[in-house]
């Protein structure tokens, strides 16, 4: 199925839908793509005779499943559009079934402008899931430029080789002893942020849509984060009471370094709670007064990119760390949800 800008293989849940006489699907619909639920909806009940239920609750991730939730209300097939698989993650309460919204934009425009900011030989290339079809084309265009473009593995939750996701960039890491720099193909700054924290090299990201470059923008915002984290650390440090969050979504459960947190903070006399939440939102923690700083085990994202919506610090785990006195602040690492 074709809706602007994006295709979507529908015709597979079609297939899946009719083979398994599938009677009630939900479906899962990122926030980028709610606009078109009805078309999604209308396709799926002209070719089928299913009954389709949209989940309404923001989705952000392939992180985010369901599934126990709809077997609870007699559903027996999920569909989440617009993201890969995490690999890992098996064990569903009903198929799942995940669909990449593929991007129909051709890159080779915005690779070829990015070309003259390009100083470094050898080049890791990444993107997001809606691009990375798109990946071998844009390494023969650095080929053919002179450069030498690799493309690395990512771990265990990662679908596709050079596929990032704002938690995990092993497909970067893996050969970030390889490459002088990173080349990555997308928009908005919310994956090249993560991908220049993590991987410490310089980042050149190039957005097909705008065919904007950007390099130095890049590098002064992960200034402008380093030193928020930094303050977050500094604002926490005479802290007596934690609040450690476990995001209660399949793909970001970390209850074990939650309890670990747990223990450190014992260790250093410190009280601490754990407070599990499906999808994290500032108001409602307010309500828990007596917290002086929290340490997200959830998505990583939430401390790094919501950090202003919080009355109180939140940390990441290895912020946490640093506070503690247990790491340097030489040591930063961004957080990353890996295997
Ligand atoms: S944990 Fe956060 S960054 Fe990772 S897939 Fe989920 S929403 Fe995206």
Redesign the pocket.
Same mark, same amino acid.
């Given at each position: 199925m074709k809706i602007p800008g994006y295709n979507i293989d529908l015709e597979k849940a079609v297939k899946i839908i009719k083979e398994n006489d599938y009677e009630r699907v939900v479906l899962q619909v990122p926030e980028g793509l709610k606009s078109h639920y009805s078309k999604f909806v209308e396709f799926l009940e002209e070719k089928t005779s299913a009954s389709i239920i949209i989940s309404a609750d923001p989705c952000? +991730? %392939?992180?985010?499943i369901v599934s126990s939730e709809f077997k609870d209300l007699n559903a027996d097939f999920m569909v989440q559009i617009g993201?890969t698989s995490?690999p890992n993650i098996k064990d569903f309460s009903i198929p799942t079934l995940f669909l990449n919204a593929i991007s129909d934009i051709d890159v080779s425009k915005a690779i070829e402008k990015a070309i003259p900011s390009i100083k470094e030989k050898k080049i890791g290339l990444v993107s997001t899931a809606q691009h990375i079809h798109m990946l071998d084309n844009a390494g023969e265009i650095l080929v053919k430029n002179g450069f030498e473009p690799i493309v690395g593995n990512g771990d265990d939750r990662i679908d596709s080789k050079g596929q990032i996701? +704002? #938690?995990?960039f092993s497909a970067a890491t893996s050969i970030a002893d390889k490459v002088d720099a990173f080349l990555f193909i997308g928009s908005g700054n919310f994956h090249p942020l993560g991908l220049i924290l993590s991987t410490k090299k310089p980042v050149i990201a190039c957005d097909p849509y705008t065919n904007e470059v950007k390099e130095k923008e890049l590098d002064d915002l992960k200034d402008i984060v380093l030193r928020q984290r930094y303050g977050a650390i500094a604002r926490s440090k005479d802290a007596k009471t934690f609040g450690i969050l476990v +995001?209660t979504?399949k793909?970001?459960q970390r209850i074990d370094l939650a309890h670990e947190i747990q223990e450190k903070l014992d260790s250093k006399q410190k009280k601490s709670y754990i407070f599990t939440m499906n999808h994290f939102s500032p108001p409602i923690l307010e309500g828990f007064r007596n917290i002086d700083c929290f340490v997200s085990t %959830? #998505?990583?994202?939430i401390a790094i990119d919501d950090y202003m919506q919080y009355k109180i610090p939140i940390l990441t785990p290895v912020e946490l760390d640093i506070l503690l006195g247990l790491k340097k602040w030489e040591d930063y690492q961004f957080d990353e949800?890996r295997n």
């Open positions: 952000f +991730g %392939a992180c985010d993201h995490i996701l +704002g #938690c995990n +995001g979504k793909g970001q %959830a #998505c990583p994202r949800i």
